[in-house]
């Protein structure tokens, strides 16, 4: 799996729109991008996941480079609920095998 | 709630004692994983299965540690003669077969080896 780098934190004012950043120059062309998030004492939660196009759901979009060496996770309208690790995961042919890294922890403020 | 089910939510044993988790996965996903989450730290795979097969253990899986999952539906993760470093979060998470599918995970089982 590729090895991806986050900032450790990050703040973002509620109703504004987060934007964490994530990067896998080492992502081969065929792995996924995958993005969980975990809030205090809950399960990971899947989010949202690319390969090469721009990807959007009801919970946030995915933007990824066209060299595929980064990606930016969007929350549009970032609400307190929306405080949590968010974590950035390339597992390649490790499908399943999920290696999470430290995360962002994505404070959000009234 | 058709999302991945674990109980019991809390256990607080003693060491030496045996536990058992269970975990009731998505119904339609074949794929099943458990994982553990110790304090400050991201969750590690410590095993999966597809359908009743247990295809790969981690290192993290002693010989204490066993996982079954006998019809291919629910899950089962025993942990024989516990010991404090035992204390975690388990996670189990499920998906499909398809390579790309996501994991679900569930909202785990806090153990706590006194």
């Known amino acids: 799996d590729a090895k991806t780098t986050q900032p450790p934190s990050m703040d973002c004012a509620e109703g504004r729109a987060a934007n964490l950043p994530c990067n896998h120059s080492?992502?081969?062309?065929?792995?996924?991008v995958y993005w969980y998030r975990q809030i205090h004492s809950q399960g990971p939660q899947y989010i949202i996941h690319?390969?090469?196009n721009n990807e959007t759901n009801e919970m946030a979009s995915l933007i990824i480079t066209e060299d595929r060496k980064s990606s930016t996770l969007i929350l549009p309208h970032a609400t307190l609920r929306d405080t949590a690790v968010y974590y950035c995961?390339?597992?390649?042919?490790?499908?399943?095998?999920?290696?999470f890294g430290q995360g962002t922890i994505l404070t959000v403020h009234p | 709630d058709t999302g991945v089910s674990q109980n019991p939510r809390h256990k607080i044993t003693k060491r030496g004692q045996n536990v058992t988790f269970r975990c009731d996965p998505i119904?339609?996903?074949?794929?099943l994983y458990w994982y553990r989450q110790t304090l400050g730290q991201g969750p590690e795979f410590l095993t999966y299965?597809?359908?009743?097969?247990?295809?790969?253990k981690s290192r993290l899986l002693s010989d204490r540690f066993s996982a079954e999952r006998p019809k291919g539906s629910f899950s089962t993760l025993e942990i024989q003669r516990t010991e404090q470093g035992d204390s975690a979060m388990y996670l189990c998470?499920?998906?499909?077969?398809?390579?790309?599918?996501?994991?679900?995970f569930g909202n785990g089982t806090r153990l706590t080896v006194t």
């Open positions: 080492t992502i081969s062309g065929n792995e996924y």
């Open positions: 299965f597809q359908n009743e097969a247990q295809l790969e």
């Open positions: 995961i390339a597992p390649g042919t490790s499908y399943g095998k999920l290696t």
């Open positions: 119904s339609e996903h074949n794929r």
């Open positions: 690319g390969l090469k």
């Open positions: 998470a499920s998906s499909l077969r398809d390579s790309s599918s996501p994991l679900h």
